[in-house]
C-alpha cells in the first residue's frame, strides 16, 4: 500500500471518544460472576456498595454495549487526550522489516501511563456520591500516582499503600504521590491488622499487592465516608480504558491501515485490555482479524502458568472470590523491575476472553525486555517502562519473523507509561546485574493447596 507519510497519528480534541466500550455485550457467553468470599453465594451489587460508588457499581456488571462519559471526565481527558500513535520507522529501519509497527503512546498523561483514563472517572463517581476520601494500594507507584492526581482534580482525599519493595526502590512515585496531596505508607503497615499480622510473621516482608489491597481495604471497610479504589483487575477499569483502543482504531482507519497483531502487556490486563477490546468487537463482527497476544513476566505467569479458578483479589481473603487466572492469593514475587504485572491474578473479564479462545498469551523474562527497551529508546526516542517493553520485545521478535517472511506485517502496540521513575532497573540492565527469574512451577502447585475449592 502507499506510504501514508506519517510519523504522529493524531486526533482532534472533538474527535475524543463519548462513550467506553463494554466488551461483555458482545461475548458469546457472559463472565462467571464474582462469589461471596464466605458462602460461595453470587454476590449481589449490594455486597460492593462498602467499597465502591453506585455508578461504579452498575458499570461493574452493566451489559450494556456503550456507557457516555460524562463531560466532566472528558474535560480531565482533555489535558492529555487523545494521545498520539505512532509509525516505529526508525525502530522498523533499525530492524530493516518490511512489517510496520504503531504504538500508541499512554506516557502523555500526567503521571506518564494509561492509569488516569480510569483514575479520573473512579474518582468523579467517588465525588459525585459524597466519598471523603479514597483509599488504594499501588505496586509500582504508578496507580497511586494516577489516583492521587485524579482525586486532586475533583477535591477529595486520597491515601495510598505503597508496596514496601517499591516504596524503598521508587522514591520519587512517593514524592510524586504528596505532591498531588495524597497519604502514602509503606506496605505492610502498622496501620492495618492486615498489615500487622504480616509483619508478625516477617518484619522485613517486602509487600505484595495483595497485602497492600488488604491494607487498603480493611481502611475504607471501617469509613463510611471512606471507599476504595482499584487500578485494574476489575470489569468497570477495563471499560474505562477502552479509550486506548478505540482511539487507536480511528487512527488507524485514518491511514488506512488494518492490524495483523496487537500485542499489549498485561499485568492485571487494564492497559492490554483498554487497546484490545474495540479491535476485538471488530473482529467479532467480521471486519478484521488481528491475532490478539497478551504478553506477561515469566516471573509473574498467571495466563501462562496458573490455574483458571476462583480466588481472591487479596491475601486475606476479605475480597469477592473472581473466576480468574492465578498464582494463588498469597504469592509473593520475586523483586523483577516491571512492578506494575507483579500482581497474582488477571482481570476477571479478560481471562474469560482468553478462555473463550479469543486472545492468546505468553510470557518473556526481564532480561530480553530490557533489550527491546534500548534498542526502542535509541530508536525512537522514548525510554518506555519496564511493563510495555514485554509487548515491545515481543513486538520486535514478530517484526524479525516478518523479515524472514517477507510479509508485511502491521503490528499494534500500547506504549502504556513512560520509565522515567524506573531509572534504577535501566542501571541494573546496563550493569548487567539484572538476572531472569522463571517462577517456579512447584510453587503454583504449592499456592493452589490455599485457594479455596468451589463445590
Ligand atoms: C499498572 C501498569 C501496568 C499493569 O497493569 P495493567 O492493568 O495490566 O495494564 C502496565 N504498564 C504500566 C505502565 C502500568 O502503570
Request: charged letters at 20%; a negative charge; aromatic letters at 8%.
Amino acid at each position: 500500500m502507499a506510504d501514508h507519510g506519517l510519523t504522529k497519528i493524531l486526533l482532534d480534541e472533538s474527535e475524543l471518544p463519548t462513550h467506553w466500550y463494554n466488551i461483555v455485550a458482545d461475548l458469546p457467553e457472559p463472565p462467571p460472576p464474582p462469589l461471596h468470599p464466605g458462602t460461595h453465594e453470587p454476590i449481589g451489587p449490594e455486597a460492593l456498595a462498602p467499597l465502591f460508588p453506585m455508578a461504579l457499581i452498575e458499570q461493574e456488571v452493566t451489559t450494556e454495549r456503550y456507557v457516555e462519559i460524562p463531560e466532566e471526565v472528558r474535560e480531565v481527558y482533555r489535558l492529555w487526550r487523545p494521545s498520539p500513535l505512532y509509525r516505529a520507522r526508525r525502530l522498523e529501519r533499525a530492524l530493516d522489516t518490511p512489517a510496520r509497527i504503531y504504538f500508541k503512546y499512554e506516557g502523555v498523561s500526567p503521571a506518564g501511563s494509561h492509569k488516569p483514563n480510569t483514575a479520573v472517572p473512579q474518582a468523579y463517581y467517588n465525588a459525585m456520591e459524597g466519598t471523603k476520601k479514597i483509599t488504594t494500594e499501588t505496586g509500582a507507584g504508578q496507580w497511586g500516582s494516577a489516583l492521587a492526581f485524579a482525586t486532586a482534580q475533583f477535591g477529595i482525599e486520597c491515601e495510598v499503600w505503597m508496596v514496601a519493595a517499591s516504596f524503598l526502590g521508587k522514591p520519587y512515585r512517593a514524592s510524586m504521590i504528596r505532591t498531588w496531596g495524597a497519604d502514602i505508607h509503606s506496605s505492610p503497615s502498622e496501620l492495618t491488622e492486615a498489615g500487622r499480622a504480616v509483619l508478625a510473621q516477617d518484619p522485613d516482608s517486602p509487600g505484595s499487592l495483595g497485602i497492600a489491597i488488604s491494607e487498603a481495604v480493611e481502611m475504607a471497610a471501617q469509613d463510611p465516608d471512606t471507599k476504595y479504589a482499584l487500578g485494574s483487575v476489575l470489569n468497570h477499569v477495563l471499560l474505562h480504558q477502552t479509550v486506548i483502543g478505540q482511539e487507536a482504531l480511528a487512527q488507524l482507519a485514518k491511514v488506512d491501515e488494518t492490524p495483523d497483531l496487537i500485542v499489549g502487556c498485561a499485568g492485571g490486563g487494564s492497559n492490554l485490555a483498554g487497546l484490545i477490546f474495540p479491535f476485538l468487537r471488530e473482529k467479532m463482527a467480521g471486519t478484521m482479524s488481528p491475532r490478539l497476544l497478551a504478553v506477561e513476566p515469566d516471573a509473574c505467569p498467571s495466563m501462562t502458568r496458573g490455574e483458571y479458578r476462583y480466588d481472591f483479589g487479596d491475601v486475606a481473603g476479605m475480597t469477592p472470590l473472581l473466576k480468574m487466572h492465578t498464582l494463588g492469593h498469597d504469592f509473593v514475587p520475586d523483586p523483577i523491575h516491571a512492578g506494575g504485572l507483579r500482581y497474582h491474578g488477571m482481570s476477571p473479564l479478560l481471562s474469560h476472553v482468553k478462555e473463550l479462545g479469543l486472545m492468546e498469551a505468553t510470557s518473556i523474562g526481564q532480561t530480553a525486555c530490557f533489550e527491546a527497551a534500548i534498542q526502542f529508546a535509541r530508536t525512537e526516542g522514548i525510554v518506555p517502562a519496564p511493563e510495555p517493553t514485554h509487548a515491545l520485545a515481543m513486538a520486535i521478535q514478530e517484526a524479525e519473523r516478518a523479515k524472514e517472511t517477507g510479509e508485511e506485517t502491521v503490528i499494534l502496540t500500547a506504549l502504556c507509561g513512560h520509565g522515567h521513575f524506573d531509572m534504577a532497573a535501566y542501571d541494573a540492565y546496563l550493569s548487567g546485574e539484572l538476572e531472569d527469574r522463571p517462577y517456579p512451577t512447584e510453587k503454583v502447585a504449592d499456592a493452589m493447596t490455599r485457594v479455596p475449592v468451589i463445590a
